[in-house]
């Protein structure tokens, strides 16, 4: 028997609750502060304890706009804009939904990041569910205890914390990204967030300052072996598959060891996928073919460098080689036009890789006399632009500042249209900036970023900078699972999102952006979505019928920001 006070009636389209008064205000989902009406406040036993004056959400909105705007920086924006969705879930999201450029930026990539590393001095109130390794079997009862039954959670978003963007391991503060890519996919896909549950899994940290701050919120010991890893996150997938049948697990900014073992283990066993290799190859994969139409080359007469071989780099290679397969090459032309840079330079036969960058090791006898660098261990990047001319180039290393002029103008030598996608967040960890490519190029570059950069003019031109982020996949990519109940994610979903997202963008006139614009995000998520069904049943791993209504279903699944009744039962 559900024994919750409160419970969303779909049919009926409102909240019922069993709480009154103070319970009823601090409760986000149910809370409507002064624009609860007359008779709620009446059956709600709320008379005298809000002000007397009702306001709509509309006169909400626009003051919680003006107080966002005095906040005094990034992260004090960030915690105000928290504090409100603690406070009350519609206002959060409809001011967010009404300013989602600008507060994309601050909810997410970039300042989300500033927001894991103060977590532990900034935390107000917990959001999400803290899961230890040192008692996993206290993750059932932590995750039941969010009160919500085997058909109430769509989504679950699950980080360990070792890789937080390009920042690296924050240990419990993770939690926030979890909490901020939800964040993104209720405002952007119109995932119901009372259906959502963000997730930590707090493994240790090898972070010294962290372990020895005395107000560090984690546990305060080193990441645990891999045995005892394993076993946990075995017993998080378990335990939410049986608790949340229908659930997708989404795994975000794990190791790049973790990441890739743990997609190998559960991915062709569960509704699952790996933002950081899936996502971002998606979205990378869709910039790179706006960037081809415009470049004028087709697909298959491409040649790309990847500065950074990890989980992201390679999931990008992975999704780019399978699409140069499409446009007609064999599997093994098309993985020799990937050059992969890592820390210790070009990847070749030979050097020391972790398995899944393998494949992309190039022959020995091709670098024979290329030039290596002592520091470095191997070939730099420097080097192996100059060899191979590339005329893709693409940043997932982290490494701020590595795409420099010298570069950069030698690439330019040789192509005219370069597309160089500095994929690095936050915005200090871009390569480099959009103003310096287009500068060092003459406008010539066809420029995506991870993070937001506001549009570069040079000569007489203005450059919309696209944002080559996961954000413009992960919604739509679990939307569509979502209305097709689909059982897996497959390639297949994976590269019509790609596709879709690509589709978005309409011009590819001087100037034009290679990704459609932040604002349009929930129409792009809507694209996706309906695109990542028709693929799942294409690949028959959907339960629900897909047919010509597919788009429509999609929107009509969408949460909406708007105040429903609150029922007083
Ligand atoms: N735009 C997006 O949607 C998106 C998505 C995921 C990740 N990213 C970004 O990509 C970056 C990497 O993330 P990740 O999850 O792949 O991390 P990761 O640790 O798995 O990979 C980083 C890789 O960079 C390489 N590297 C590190 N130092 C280097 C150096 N000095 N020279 C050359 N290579 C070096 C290594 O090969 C390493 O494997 C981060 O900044 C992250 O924010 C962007
Ligand atoms: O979180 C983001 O902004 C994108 C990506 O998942 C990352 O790790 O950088
Ligand atoms: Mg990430």
Known sequence: MNTEPTRWNPDLERWETTSRGRAVLTDPRLNKGTAFTEDERQALDLVGLIPPHVLTLEQQSSRAYAQFLAQPDDLAKNVYLAALQDRNTVLFYRLVGE?????????????????????????????????????????????????????DVDLIVATDGEAILGIGDWGVGGINISVGKLAVYTAAGGIHPARTIPVVLDVGTNRKELMEDPLYLGNRHPRVDRETYDAFVETYVDTANRLFPGAVLHWEDFGPDNARRIL????????????????????????????????????????????????????????????????????????????????????????????????????????ADWSRDADL??????????????????????????????????????????????????????????AQLLGWTDGGALVATGSPFAPVTHGDITYQIGQANNAFIFPGLSLGAIVAHATRMTDGMLKASADAVAEQVGSSAPGAALLPPTQQLRETSAAVATAVARAAAHDGVARATVGDDIGSRVRAAMWQPDYHPVHAV
Not at 106 to 116: D, F, M, N, W
Not at 125 to 151: C, F, I, N
Not at 410 to 418: H, K
């Open 264 to 367: 190998a283990r559960y991915g062709d066993r569960y509704l699952t996928f790996n933002d950081d290799v899936q996502g971002t190859g998606a979205v990378n994969l869709a910039a790179v073919l706006s960037g081809v139409r415009a470049s004028g080359t087709p697909l298959r007469d491409h040649r790309v460098v990847i500065f950074g071989a990890g989980t992201a780099g390679i999931g990008v290679a992975d999704q780019l080689r399978d699409a140069l397969v499409s446009a007609g090459l064999t599997p093994d032309e098309a993985t020799r036009r990937f050059w992969c840079v890592g820390r210790h330079g070009l990847l070749t036969e030979g050097m020391a890789v972790r398995d899944f960058q393998a494949p992309y090791a190039r022959p020995a006898e091709e670098v």
């Open 377 to 434: 261990g191997g070939i730099p990047l420097a080097e192996v632009v100059h060899r191979v001319s590339p005329t893709i180039l693409i940043g997932t290393s982290g490494q701020g500042g590595a795409f420099t002029e010298p570069v950069i103008r030698d690439m330019a030598a040789s192509v005219s249209r370069p597309i160089i996608l500095p994929m690095s967040n936050p915005t200090s960890l871009a390569e480099a900036t959009p």
């Open 99 to 151: 300013h989602l450029d600008e507060m994309l930026p601050i909810v997410y990539t970039p300042t989300v990041g500033t927001a894991i590393q103060r977590y532990s001095y900034e935390y107000r109130r917990p959001r999400g569910v803290y899961l230890s390794v040192d008692a996993p079997k206290d993750v059932e009862r932590s995750l039941r205890a969010t009160g919500l039954g085997p058909d």
